[in-house]
């Protein structure tokens, strides 16, 4: 198991970028960060949890939900056990509580499908 910690959110002008991080911690499995795949997902206010982006061990594969295509970029550094979400040009349809997990296989998008979930991170785009 790996606790994930996700930070970086806040209340922003549409247009404008944000950062997200999540950084994993607690790891007790003996299964090092490097060894997940990772992904994040959101949930808007009365609507389901959704796929964002997954990106896998090395972070040499990344792939998006349609929404965020060519607006965001998922990105990691398995020497700080630290997974990013660049979020650009932000729209107001963008906020919702942002979430990263690990995949229990790679290229899923449900959620089911996930485990070790963050408490989450606040994103709040004024139109």
């Known amino acids: 198991q790996v ?3 996700e930070s970086g959110g806040g209340t922003v002008q549409a247009g404008d970028s944000l950062r997200l991080s999540c950084v994993a911690s607690r790891i007790t499995s003996g299964r090092a960060f490097i060894r997940y795949d990772m992904g994040w997902f959101r949930r808007a206010p009365g609507k ?3 796929f964002v982006a997954g990106i896998n061990w090395s972070g040499s594969s990344t792939y998006y939900a349609d929404s965020v295509k060519g607006r965001f970029t998922v990105s990691r550094d398995n020497a700080k056990d630290t997974m990013w979400l660049q979020m650009n ?3 107001h349809e963008d906020t919702a509580v942002y979430y990263c997990a ?5 290229g899923t998008i449900s ?3 996930y485990e070790n979930w963050g408490k989450g991170t606040q994103v ?4």
Do not use: H, I, P
């Open 3 to 5: 606790q994930l910690d």
């Open 48 to 50: 389901e949890r959704e």
């Open 89 to 91: 040009s932000l729209k």
């Open 102 to 106: 690990s995949m229990k296989w790679w």
């Open 111 to 113: 959620e089911d499908n």
């Open 124 to 127: 709040t785009v004024s139109s």
